[in-house]
């Protein structure tokens, strides 16, 4: 039967399709053939869409009488449908508008207007209407504050029996399609504890709070465009499961593009970690003010691929905050001063990481994650200390005192970490906290105009690998170099000169560079010259040992010995031989 159900509404969705944007609403209004077919226009149960009448009566009707016949859907012509209270939904049913000509509105104050089922609810739809609420505030954004006027707060909230701590309905099979949600004071959609699927599609959300979804299984946000969102542009939260955030813009929202996350609520003392299993990919986030993507509270088994995060302010206009401004966060979820669950097991790839205020990409209480291919330009938008890691830096650990927050097994291959401002403020690409982490590893990585070297580990080969190289490749006349630092300061070079190659096997000979204190060269005391293999002690200071004696300076050499006598020849001899052993070239 449910088959039967579910093929009857999607062929009247077809056919709807096709005569909807045709027909006009007078002859929508007066034609009961479609009412037969599974149609049933509010009009015709008494709604008026004249913006001051309570139409909510009327739609309900509709609704109802829909559901006594197995389902079907409730078409609302265009015009502006006033509620005063919250409209019930029931099964299989789908309500239909022709996007901004329907618009649901109220001129008083209450919850949502799509509310909480009375019985069990499956296959429900709403799809092509538009909601307005009462935000009347416009300004500079990101920004959280806002002004009301009465409407309802929210355009669709309903609460499944997969919500802990109650006793509510089984909810399952929901979609939001193609709607536009205005000017809501509240989440425009929230959704708790959904069954089997909820989805929210091709939808357009400017001046609300968040689209909202907790513990919620099966959860598809795609392809809908959030703009000035007083609180994040979507939020998957509580241990929702099988999460897709996919192909979506969001721009000018106060908080965070994305949270895939937990909740902690201090004052109530209750607390929630994040989801599990996800995806959050081909997302473009734009001027958001605290951050692009949060994954806190210990998300688990996720992937964050193809997304773009441009332009990360230090918190909205409204609420500026240094600590605030990072791309990307991975945390664990802590209660009562200890770490319950680890964020693990996520890969972090192929992502744009452009002109974030404070950092690139923040790891707490993380393990088993992988940072690939990404690209971080311009990180950090305040100048800072060179050696401060928590700011300005691509990848980078801190911890809040929680036991258990270290970080480990951490993957970073392959990023590209740019700062081309013409005074640099990026610091690190990974400072050291993140470079030796336990059983972290870092290779192939990039960094051009950042204040602090790469310091990545060069690791070549393994057991049982056949034979390995390391080659330093240039053109004739540059220098090839190997350089040695301490706290980003030179200290020895092993270099071939930049001497042209002439033939003869002239030029590229071999030098060892000895450094200053303050990185300056201090001298040259080994070249080896590539034509005949000589090697120079090359400083007039230089000393001299073999064999572990204690190195000396260069011996004065002995006077002429011409017509000496055989006492002095021999004191001569004995003074030789005493040089030899010290350079350790002779036994005693």
């Given amino acids: 039967m449910m088959k039967v159900l579910r093929y009857v509404l999607g062929m009247s969705l077809f056919f709807y399709t096709g ?164 000017k809501t004071r509240q989440l425009p959609v929230i959704f708790h504890g959904v069954s089997n699927g909820v989805m929210v599609t091709g939808c357009y959300f400017e001046n609300c709070l968040d689209p909202g979804f907790t513990w919620c299984e099966s959860v598809q946000f795609i392809g809908n465009n959030t703009k000035k969102g007083a609180d994040n542009g979507v939020s998957v939260s509580r241990q929702c499961e099988k999460v897709v955030i996919a192909n979506n813009i969001f721009d000018d929202v106060a908080y965070w593009g994305i949270w895939c996350s937990g909740f902690v609520d201090t004052p109530s003392n209750t607390a929630e970690p994040g989801p599990d299993t ?87 209480g993380a393990s088993d994650i992988l940072i690939t291919g990404n690209s971080f330009i311009n990180i950090g938008a305040t100048d800072t200390t060179v050696t401060k890691t928590d700011f300005n830096s691509g990848v980078y650990t801190y911890t809040t005192g929680v036991p258990g927050e270290e970080i480990k097994r951490i993957g970073i291959v392959g990023n590209s970490f740019v700062d081309t401002r013409a005074i640099p403020l990026s610091n690190y690409a990974y400072p050291p906290a993140v470079r030796i982490s336990k059983d972290s590893y870092q290779k192939n990585n990039t960094m051009i105009g950042y204040r602090q070297p790469l310091a990545e580990k060069l690791v070549v080969g393994g057991n049982g690998d056949p034979d390995q190289s390391v080659t330093i490749n240039a053109k004739s006349g540059t220098l090839r170099e190997l350089l040695f630092q301490t706290a980003g300061l030179r200290r020895w070079d092993i270099r071939v000169n930049n001497v042209a190659e002439a033939g ?34 090359a400083e007039p200071t230089g000393k001299l040992g073999f064999f572990g004696q204690t190195p000396i300076v260069k011996y004065n050499a002995i006077p002429n010995t011409t017509g000496a006598t055989l006492s002095a020849l021999e004191e001569e001899l004995n003074k030789l031989k005493a040089l030899v052993r010290a350079y350790g070239l002779m036994t005693p």
């Fill in 278 to 364: 996800f995806s959050i990919t081909g997302n473009v986030i734009r001027r958001s003010g605290f951050g692009g993507i949060a994954l806190l509270n210990g998300p688990r088994f996720g992937t964050v691929s193809g997304n773009t995060i441009d332009t990360v302010f230090n918190g909205p206009t409204d609420a500026r905050n240094k600590s605030q401004g990072r791309g990307i966060v991975v945390s664990s979820f802590s209660a009562n001063g200890a770490v319950i669950q680890e964020a693990r097991d996520i890969v972090i790839s192929n992502n744009l990481l452009r002109d974030v205020a404070r950092g690139g990409i923040s790891l707490t």
């Fill in 19 to 182: 005569i909807c944007y045709a027909a006009n609403p007078d002859e929508l209004k007066t034609d009961t053939t479609l009412t037969k077919a599974g149609f049933f226009n509010v009009r015709d149960y008494g709604a008026l869409g004249n913006g001051t009448t309570n139409d909510g009566p009327a739609i309900q009707r509709a609704i109802d009488s829909a559901a006594a016949k197995g389902g079907g859907v409730v078409i609302f012509p265009s015009g502006r449908y006033c509620l005063a209270a919250s409209l019930i939904p029931k099964s299989n049913i789908t309500m239909k508008g022709n996007g901004l000509g329907a618009v649901i509105m109220a001129t008083t104050s209450f919850g949502s207007a799509i509310g909480q089922p009375k019985a069990n609810l499956s296959n429900f739809m709403v799809s092509d209407l538009t909601f307005e609420g009462g935000v009347i505030d416009e300004g500079v954004f990101p920004r959280r504050a806002r002004n009301y006027t009465p409407s309802f707060s929210s355009a669709i909230a309903m609460t499944g029996d997969r919500k802990p701590g109650g006793s509510f309905p089984r909810i399952q099979n929901i979609i939001v399609k193609n709607c536009n949600i205005l």
């Fill in 504 to 537: 003869a096997q002239a030029g590229s000979d071999f030098l060892i560079i000895r450094r200053n204190d303050d990185g300056t060269v201090a001298g040259n005391p080994i070249t080896i010259t590539r034509s005949d293999g000589a090697m120079k002690l």
